[in-house]
């Protein structure tokens, strides 16, 4: 139901990546890590859950010979980096690019 009107605008990925982001680093950093943060919370590790709910299942309808495995991607074990490594990454890529 909507109350009143309302107007609103949306920012483009190439904006956001070559103009906004350059100029202000420490946001870049912070929205990324909140992006990866959000991800590792409300879709990956649920979809993950459900995943080994159902080899489990499927492993228990199964004869003991033949079980499904499973073997976490590497894609876990990715550790967020701090924000001092955030920043030296940002600080040594673009020091580079200006040579």
Known sequence: MVL?????FALQSKFIHRVFFPEYPDFEIKAK???YNYYKKWIFNPVNQHRMMELKSINKKRQTYSE?????????EK???SMQQYLNLAYLSRSTEKK
Do not use: D, G, L
């Not at 009143?4 to 609103?8: F, G």
């Not at 499904?68 to 876990?76: D, N, T, W, Y």
């Open 79 to 81: 550790k967020i980096p």
């Open 68 to 76: 499904v495995m499973f073997h976490p991607k590497r894609f876990e």
């Open 33 to 35: 890590s909140n992006c």
């Open 4 to 8: 009143n009107n309302t107007t609103a």
